[in-house]
Structure formats: structure tokens, C-alpha cells
């Protein structure tokens, strides 16, 4: 081999460059034997004989006392490293190759189920992860919190010694969180947890079908502030179409999130946080059920006796058919243009699986609003007027 160690080297170069390429790295394991001429070895596998080889030459290199440092003797030795180097880079490419194989058959064999086990299969995984919330472009700064792509930033901040007590309360709830959130191709939800900072979180809401949601993927913005768990967490709707859409009177366009559970609305005693009760899930799934339903209007307190109403239930189709527009534009397409950290496999998935079902749902809301008569006066002008007009 020394004597044509150019050569060998360009075979090896060859080989590394054939592991790079995810069309070609397929060459190096066994040939179809219907190429001709048929071959003996896969590729890997002659490596993988020249890499022991190579590697007792070089143990053996180790051993010698006084080792020569001409160029002839130093060439064998370069070559050896140069097997061992390629049989890792190969390696490793084929373990990669292997591993997406198997990806891609669960992925072929899960879309040949059902509609509602083809959605858990394919997402049931993805509800639940950790990840980097810090903003991959920004110069680390002395408080560290505001490096953060997270409406919370300037509060976590502010909460950067956080007491035991709230640290063990999160991670009880984190432990549950995994399994317990819904993962139905009629609602779910998915949650991302920062690696360094449990406390901030950001959630992805799907609308429930039937509902002017449906279908939809809104993201939100927790945090939970040093009195946690006496205090309720801090939610933000961050998907509001850069503040150009109120999706409900308790989803203002500013992200305000208005709900008995937040604090940010009195309910009855039963309805309002209890420290030793009331869970981060039960807030998220709250805002999806009662806040994300079909009846939108009727959302507004003092609101509701209008319910059955003519005028009412114009004004209810009005507001419906403004969310299911900006449901649409900004929940559905622009998710779709601009994934949210953390949640691109999620979005990918989500919107594959449920495509047929999507164009179905929107082809109805598009002969809803020809065949409903609407009203966008009152409180839906107030609240959606760039819409209205």
C-alpha cells in the first residue's frame, strides 16, 4: 500500500467525499446484485478490514523506541491515518443514512393509517421538548435573560434567583406536562420548555375543529415569576398578525389573554388560580376550550344574553368570519412561511397530515360567509375595525 499511497489517498478522498453526499453514501453498503460486474465487498466493509489494519500499524508505531522521521517512513504512517480517519467519517455517515431509513419507513408506514392514529403516530412525540429560547444572533449581555426571543424577557430578568419551592413545583408539572397534553387531529397542544430557564415557556395551541380556530396554530408566551405557584403564570398570544387582529374579546390584538385562571379577568372562586389546584395544563387547555370556541361574540361578558338573537347571531357570524380569515392568513399560511422556533417539525407535520381535511374546512367557511348573513357593526367594529371596513 505505501508504495501507491497517492493513489490510496485518492481513493480514500473519493470515499469521503461519496459519505458527504446523502444520494451517494448509499454506494458504500452493499450494491444491488443486479449491477454487473456483480461486487464481493461492500465498500464499508473493506474499510472497515483496511481500518483494523491500520490500526495495529499504527500501535505498532506507538512500541518503537526510536521511530524514523525520514519521508519514507512517514508516509505509511500518514496513510494509516488517513484510513482511520475515513472508516470514522464513513461510519458515522452510514449510521446517520441508517437512522433516516428507518425515519422515513415509520413516517411511510404511519401515513397509511387513519386519519386520528396517522396524526398521534406522526406528532404524539413532538408535543413535548426542551430548547434554546436565547437569541443565536445577539451578544451575551450581563443579565443573560435578555438575550431571550420571548415576550417575558424583561420579567425574567428581573426573576433570575428563582426559590426552590417554585423550581420543584415546575418540575412536578413539567414531569406530567409530557404525557398529559392532548394530541388529537381535532385539538392538541405542544410545549416547549427552555433548556437553561424552566420558568419560560412557549406553547402552540391548535384550534378545536368546529370553531372558527380550527385547524389553526397560535403561539403563546409563558412565564412563571418568582411567586409561582401562588401566582398564576403570565400568558402572551404571540400570534395576533403583528398586532393587526383581536381573534376574540379574550385575545386582544396586543396578546393580552384575558381568562379567571391568568388573573387577568374575575371569575368565580372556583374559576380563579388555586396554588394547590390549578396547573399550567389546565391554563392551556382552558384557553383552547373556552376561549377558542365557536361561539366568538358571545365571548364579551354581558354579551352572552344576545345568544339565539337575530342581530346577535349576525353579529357572532361577523366576528367568526374575521378569525377564520386571520385564522387563515396568520395561524395556517403565515406559520407555514415562518415557522416558530422550536415548533418546525410540529408545523410541518401538522399541516401535511391534515391538508385535505384543512382545504375541506376552509371551502365551508367560504360558503358560510356567501350564504350567513353578517354584521360587523358594534363591538365587532371596535374590536376588528381594519377588518370591518
Known sequence: MAKAAEVYA???????SMASQPKLVKCLLKVDPRYKPAQRDAVYKLLAKLNDLAEIFLSCLK???KPDKNESAERPEKLARDVVTTHFVVKAALEQHLREEEGEKFIENALALPLPA????????L??????????????????????????KA??????SPPATKMIRLAQELADLSNALPCEHTNSIYVRVDKGRVDMMKALIVGSSNTPYAHGCFEFDLFCDKEYPNVSPKMNLMTTGAGSVRFNPNLYACGKVCLSLLGTWRGH????????????????????????AEEVYFNEPGFEGEAGTVEGEKKNEGYANIVRYGNVKFAMLGQLKNPPRGFESVIKRHFYVKKAEILKE??????????NEAAYTGLVQD???TWCS
Open 10 to 16: 485518492s481513493y480514500l478522498a473519493l470515499t469521503r
Open 63 to 65: 512500541q518503537q523506541t
Open 118 to 125: 396517522q396524526y398521534r403516530a406522526l406528532l404524539e412525540g
Open 127 to 152: 408535543r413535548f421538548d426542551y430548547m434554546s429560547m436565547k437569541n443565536p444572533n445577539a451578544e451575551a449581555s450581563s443579565s443573560g435573560a435578555s438575550d431571550y426571543v420571548h415576550h417575558y
Open 155 to 160: 420579567l425574567a430578568a428581573q426573576n433570575d
Open 269 to 292: 372562586a372556583s374559576e380563579n388560580w388555586d396554588p394547590k389546584m390549578s396547573t399550567i395544563l389546565q391554563v392551556l387547555v382552558s384557553v383552547q376550550a373556552i376561549i377558542m
Open 362 to 371: 376552509v371551502h365551508h367557511w367560504v360558503d358560510l360567509a356567501s350564504r
Open 383 to 385: 374590536h376588528n375595525h
